[in-house]
Antibody
Framework: EVQLVDSGGGLVQPGGSLTVSCVAS????????MGWVRQAPGKGLEWVSG???????DYAESVKGRFAISRDNSANTLSLEMNNLRPEDSAIYYC?????????????WGQGALVTVSS | DIQMTQSPSALSASVGDSITITCRAS??????LAWYRQSAGKAPKLLIS???DLESGIPSRFSGSASGNDFTLTINNLQPDDFATYYC?????????FGQGTKLEIK
């Protein structure tokens, strides 16, 4: 089955760290660009970070220097390491696949991982 | 950053109606625009890419068009599953900004 399965969410204190991951199956993971999109409770969608099939990475200004995206093509896994977390980072984090290797819309989404930053 | 201005923010309609949602990009994005539908508690689902290319399995009741920096999503013959929130997204440049969303409710 073609799918993305997100994991790793949880409760973390402000200033803490957490890593969310997604495991891909059913398609050639290494051939697709990937990304992370988040959604704060009751709010809209916000693009967070992306990585091309060639491992070129980009970040939203709001997370630059705190978050790091990585991909492991041998394990079909995409990860987002989040450091120095703030309450405003609380959201559902969705892993998503791009239609192409570099440019494209997100045509496949994980179910989301809930991250709550609170003391 | 490219700003995506989506309107309206909310819309009421009945089953069988037709509706249009618009998105305006703050700068040229060619046709690198996608439309997504998000039902309550679910992940978004891609409906249209490249402004007007319908995704496989999406009914032809959905259509997208572009005119300069203005983009529209039209849904004809609304069905119960269509009552959800819709987002546009540009993927011309990073960050790949989304519109604010349009919540489509049953009248």
């Amino acid at each position: 089955e073609v799918q993305l399965v997100d994991s790793g969410g949880g409760l973390v204190q402000p200033g803490g760290s957490l890593t969310v991951s997604c495991v891909a199956s059913g398609f050639p993971f290494r051939s697709h660009a990937m990304g992370w999109v988040r959604q704060a409770p009751g709010k809209g969608l916000e693009w967070v970070s992306g990585v091309s099939s060639g491992d070129v990475k980009d970040y939203a200004e709001s997370v630059k220097g705190r978050f790091a995206i990585s991909r492991d093509n041998s394990a079909n896994t995409l990860s987002l390491e989040m450091n120095n977390l703030r309450p405003e980072d609380s959201a559902i984090y969705y892993c998503a696949r791009k239609k192409g290797s570099l440019i494209g819309a997100f045509d496949l989404w994980g179910q989301g991982a809930l991250v709550t930053v609170s003391s | 950053d490219i700003q995506m201005t989506q309107s309206p923010s909310a819309l009421s309609a009945s089953v069988g109606d037709s509706i249009t949602i618009t998105c305006r990009a703050s700068q040229r994005i060619n046709t690198w625009l996608a439309w997504y539908r998000q039902s309550a508690g679910k992940a978004p689902k891609l409906l249209i890419s490249k402004a007007s290319d319908l995704e496989s399995g999406i009914p032809s009741r959905f259509s997208g068009s572009a005119s300069g920096n203005d983009f529209t999503l039209t849904i004809n013959n609304l069905q119960p599953d269509d009552f959800a929130t819709y987002y546009c997204q540009q993927y011309e440049n990073y960050p790949h900004t989304f519109g604010q969303g349009t919540k489509l409710e049953i009248k």
